[in-house]
């Protein structure tokens, strides 16, 4: 039997599969390009063969766990991500399945590469001291620097998500009498997000400055573009770095755009809002994603702590060493 020609099926599967018959979003579209991006690359060098020579039985299942390791091993990727390029190509062989059933037997051996499992940590956030800090660092004489500490005061107050900042619009923002504004989210879901007055003066402010027509961007590049998710990240380190020269704590630690809404999550937990309606507020498909916030609030489990307590004795709290007995202590 010939060979199967990779790049049609390729095609078929972006443009019919995917664009057509799924109708999938465009950061679908774009993850799934990036894995064959990568795929395609380490095939090509394998097999010694350019990428539109390449047939489908080159992509044995022997081959694409060899890619994923590279993917861990070599490009340094986590296991999340490894496991992400693994649904892609998993999407691919199902439909493939169907397309050229006479690879079945490739399809299934692909299909059955199972996820990797990994240590699921507590999420990272900042409190209220470090969040101050960081919303305080950019410099407020430069027009960068406005735009700046609108974006950081926004994400930590809103919990929008990388993408949803950088798209958000100057017609998705109502600042009126009940300010919000509004994203267009994950699954295609719209949401509205409420503002706290301190938030809808300084929005009001930027807005006043920029004046954007309604499709233009609230947070704009310097050439007036929607920023790019290197750029959103460049932002929150470069004024995570300068806070930490005023708040220690901030030091040696990966802060991510991220890092925002899980600090805006947190923020709601730990002032007693529902966990119900903070999964509405970040736009949650379902409540068991939002229980990751209670395993990383500790007051929540110190108050549990205290109502096992004996009831006869103090509750108590670690209390730190004197400050001369630290330091003799640490010599």
Not at 52 to 61: G, I, K, P, R, V
Not at 300 to 319: G, M, N, S, Y
Request: positive net charge.
């Amino acid at each position: 039997m010939s060979a199967t020609p990779l790049p049609a099926l390729i095609q078929r599967f972006f443009i019919g599969r995917l664009q057509t018959q799924l109708g999938a979003s465009r950061h679908t579209i774009a993850g799934y390009r990036d894995t064959f991006r990568l795929l395609l690359g380490y095939v090509s060098q394998h097999r010694q063969q350019l990428p539109s020579q390449l047939t489908l039985e080159d992509l044995d299942a022997a081959l694409l766990c060899a890619f994923l390791d590279h993917l861990e091993h070599q490009r340094g990727n986590g296991i999340r991500t490894r496991n992400c390029r693994l649904a892609a190509l998993h999407a691919f062989f199902h439909f493939v399945s169907y397309e050229a059933p006479h690879c079945l037997l490739q399809c299934q051996q692909v299909l059955a590469i199972p996820t990797k499992r990994y240590a699921k940590c507590t999420v990272a956030f900042l409190n209220e001291q470090e969040t101050g800090a960081l919303v305080a660092a950019p410099d407020l004489s430069t027009w960068i620097g406005r735009r700046d500490r609108a974006l950081l005061l926004l994400a930590v107050q809103t919990g929008l998500r990388s993408q949803e900042l950088r798209a958000l619009c100057a017609r998705d923002v109502e600042l009126n009498a009940s300010a919000f504004v509004r994203c267009l989210g994950k699954g295609r879901k719209q949401r509205n997000t409420p503002l706290r007055t301190d938030v809808v003066v300084i929005l009001r402010d930027w807005l006043a400055e920029q004046s954007p027509l309604a499709d233009q961007p609230v947070f704009p590049s310097l050439r007036g573009h929607c920023l790019s998710a290197d750029a959103l990240q460049h932002i929150v380190h470069r004024h995570v770095c300068s806070a930490s020269t005023t708040c220690a704590s901030l030091r040696d630690r990966r802060i991510t755009p991220h890092t925002l809404r899980h600090t805006a999550a947190m923020a709601l937990l730990q002032h007693g809002v529902d966990l119900a309606v903070i999964a509405l507020w970040l736009g949650h498909e379902s409540i068991e994603t939002t229980h990751q916030y209670l395993h990383a609030d500790m007051k929540i489990k110190e108050r549990a702590l205290h109502c096992t307590a004996p009831t006869d004795v103090p509750p108590t709290r670690f209390q730190p060493d004197d400050s001369l007995l630290a330091f003799l202590k640490g010599l």
